[in-house]
């Protein structure tokens, strides 16, 4: 089986998306969390960013003894001095630099040559690996970078003594098959394949998962990722995703170390360390990634949970009921809800308590517009339906 080494980056990348600022405490608790989980990497922040990133990564080194803490670092000596201190206690630890190589991004931000980046990238990972032994250098923007001049500056990068390249898909930009294809041209001419290869994805165009899946498959194997698929903009490809694909579809061959039942506890700390939202529908984590009201699939799912269900919820700490009593729900949904409850249903009318159970939903009783029916209602309506009391009440 291929190692895939997981590579979070919830405490920089997530971070950084609007609104999901955390505090010092929140991101050594989330570390601590990831480290326990077996993250191969936690990217613990940008520690030249500012004091508060600093002084984060500086106590996250000293509480994880799993995971490789790295911080990131811009391509100058100022950020890898920085970067340097703050993580010199981790147990394993990591300096990240990385600098921009498309022509957009080295003419319009940059303002550098092509020549002025290759030297910079020749200098500063090499001004890091006096440092540090274990080095990963980024190519920024790297799918919209010309490929020869990737391959020149992946080859200038490992010379430097860089261990890992990581190719981002810093703006979502690429399909999965170009990232293929991209990643397979990269390992056939340059060095790639002596050193680890990273990838990571963002979610603009809501591919991240799909592109970082066909680079392991292309050649990668580390992937960067965030709980939740936090990050900037649309975000990054979530660790719960990716590590539910690995582990399901073994087919692929691959294996990663994540202790999967801590993935919805970690999912939500994160939830609220940030303030962010996850969609209902979330793969993994969403609150209905694992529920059913639609009738015909429950009466599939209350016989063999396979028939609508791939994954093992308890397998990724998600422990409830996947039952819903909506109003698209049938009388096998009805049935296992009274037996649950302890009704014997072979006392009650269980068409006319479907009935009624609709009903309510359209009622101007359901004053909330709620669309699960409290648990309360569904006891009072079953309680009114039972075959004796109405037998009593005509005669």
Known sequence: MKKIKIFDTTLRDGEQSPGCSMS????????????????????????????KDFNAIKLISKICDYSIITSLARCNKNDIDIAYEA????????????????????????NKTPEEVKQITHDMVSYAKSKCE???????????????????????????GATTINIPDTVGFMTPLEFSNFIKYLRKNSKLDTVDISVHCHNDLGLATANTLSAIISGANQVEVTVNGIGERAGNTSLEEIVAIIDTKKSLGMTTDINTHVIKYVSDEVVKATGSIIQS????????AFKHEAGIHQAGVINNRSTYEILDPTKYGIYTDNIVIGIHSGKNA??????????????????????????WFISENNINNVK???EEVFIVIVSSNKINQKIKKKS
């Open 87 to 110: 993580i010199k206690e981790a147990k394993h630890k990591r300096i990240h630099v990385f600098i921009a190589t498309s022509e957009i991004h080295m003419k319009d931000k940059l």
């Open 24 to 51: 010092i405490e929140d991101k050594v608790k989330i570390a601590k969390i990831l480290n326990d989980m077996k993250v191969d990497v936690i990217e613990a922040g940008f520690a030249a960013s500012n004091d």
């Open 134 to 160: 274990d080095i990963e250098f980024s190519l920024e923007d790297a799918t919209r970078t010309d490929p020869d001049f990737a391959c020149e500056i992946i080859d200038i990068a490992i010379n430097a």
């Open 281 to 288: 529908n979330k793969a993994i984590v969403g609150v209905n």
């Open 334 to 359: 009805i049935i296992n809800k009274m037996q649950k409850l302890n009704f014997d249903i072979n006392l009650y009318d269980i068409n006319q308590i479907l009935i009624d159970i609709k009903n």
């Open 372 to 374: 699960e029916i409290p």
